[in-house]
């Protein structure tokens, strides 16, 4: 085969597995049987406007009252489309990106948003007025239903918490195997918004690793899998927390360890 036309493939290949690098549904229906899926995330090479190699295609005007129809508005630019990307990737992109969603009912009485997330990623769905009306948290799968059909459009804030560590949410490093089970102080500490934690596993098994609030509360679970003997070390991203001092805990085996770290912003 011609070396040319080889590293073509190849060039169009990587381009079908990087493209839409988080790609999730939203599914708008009407209780008429109008339904339609809509398609919102994140790429590293997408912009506000229409992305065509990202599947996003501008949609003609939105039809007459009486038909069913949904779509995304996007931002800086008159277009409309079925599917919405905006710039980040899902490796290292922590943050809110705001989605504006234009719907309306056919023959139905009411309009049902469903939704089906990630644990890295929840939302938030507000009418224009601020959230006087619609109001309504996005985790996990979803859905809610307006009958107010006066609200045809809506924000959708999306909050993506994606761990800033490169490739792998924790690293082993090298191959030194520890006497024992030490869980050190993150660093740094203060920190803002990441701070990396560090320890040291000397018998394969069972490591769980998880942040709490001051109050006790379990907010995230940073490691929860077997692990080989060696020492660790993960990257905490607290992006989306207000400043004030947290626990990390680790248990592996019949050892338990907490230390304090503090978060400044």
């Not at 008159?78 to 969603?101: M, V």
């Not at 792998?168 to 934690?197: A, H, R, V």
């Not at 940073?222 to 993960?234: A, H, T």
């Amino acid at each position: 085969m011609n070396i040319n036309i080889l590293y073509f493939l190849l060039v169009i290949s990587f381009s079908e597995i990087i493209a839409q690098e988080v790609k999730l549904p939203l599914t708008i229906t009407d209780n008429a049987g109008g339904i339609l899926t809509l398609f919102f995330g994140l790429d590293h090479t997408a912009t506000d406007g229409i992305d065509p190699l990202l599947g996003e295609s501008a949609l003609p005007p939105v039809p007459p009252t009486g038909s069913f129809d949904a779509r995304f508005i996007l931002p800086g630019s008159s277009d409309d489309s079925q599917e919405d990307y905006r710039f980040g990737n899902n490796i290292s992109f922590s943050g809110n990106i705001t989605y504006k969603i234009q719907f309306q009912a056919g023959s139905g009485k009411s309009i049902t948003i469903s939704w089906d997330l990630p644990s890295s990623v929840s939302g938030n769905l507000k009418d224009q007025f601020g959230g006087i009306i619609v109001n309504v948290p996005m985790t996990k799968n979803g859905n809610t239903t307006i009958t107010n059909l006066a609200i045809n459009k809506l924000d959708m804030t999306i909050q993506y918490h994606f761990v800033p560590t490169g490739i792998n949410d924790f690293e082993k490093k090298g191959n030194e195997i520890p006497d024992n089970y030490e869980l050190n102080q993150n660093y740094p500490n203060p920190f803002n918004p990441t701070t990396k934690i560090e320890y040291w596993v000397p018998i394969s098994g069972k490591v769980t690793l998880k942040i709490y609030d001051v109050l006790g509360r379990e907010i995230e679970t940073l490691v929860d899998k077997m692990q080989e003997s060696g020492k660790y070390e993960i990257n905490w991203n607290a992006l989306r927390y207000s400043s004030g001092v947290y626990f990390y805990s680790i248990r592996a085996g019949s050892i338990k360890c907490v230390k304090k770290m503090l978060l400044l912003k």
